[in-house]
């Protein structure tokens, strides 16, 4: 497979595009924002991942991710790929933790934290956990829950150094 990189921050693989956000110097930061947006907007999938580039704590990396995603350019781009393109948002690890801090998850906009929004805590056991837990599915408007009904419930594996918690918000 041929991999290609521009040097700004995009690497071609095949027919998948990653993107890395430079933070070297403010001027590279701004230009991350601009070619971000620009493939955003030629996107269908936007899928985050984890990372422990800037610590795996509750302001880690999560943090940098959703403070990256409300930059008013990236912030129209992502509204326009779930409203007016019907496009997938997705994350894992950080990624995931990112969705919820702006809001995509629950809501499907970024949004200021509401009371009752899902909430990521520290994880007090101190050590990784994983099992098995009853998801209920609660919607089926994405093509990749299609196959269930809402309702349905599925055992699923979950392995994570952090906790989500239904707790309401604290103003």
Request: hydrophobic content about 40%; some cysteine; charged content about 20%.
């Amino acid at each position: 497979m041929n991999t290609i990189s521009n040097g700004l921050g995009s690497i071609v693989e095949g027919n998948r595009r990653f993107f890395v956000i430079n933070t070297m110097s403010p001027d590279r930061v701004v230009s991350s924002i601009k070619q971000f947006a620009k493939l955003l907007s030629e996107s269908q999938i936007l899928f985050l991942n984890g990372g422990f580039s800037a610590s795996d704590e509750p302001d880690g990396s999560g943090k940098l991710i959703a403070t990256f995603l409300r930059n008013e350019l990236v912030k129209k781009e992502i509204h326009a790929l779930v409203r007016d393109r019907d496009g997938l948002v997705g994350g894992i690890c950080n990624g995931f933790q990112a969705l919820l801090q702006v809001g995509l998850l629950p809501h499907g906009d970024i949004t200021e934290p509401q009371k009752g929004d899902p909430l990521l805590i520290e994880n007090i056991q101190g050590h990784h956990l994983s099992s098995l837990v009853r998801c209920r599915v609660s919607s089926v408007l994405s093509p990749w829950m299609g196959a269930y009904q809402v309702g349905d419930t599925q055992l699923i594996p979950i392995s994570m150094v952090k906790e989500i918690s239904l707790h309401q918000w604290k103003h």
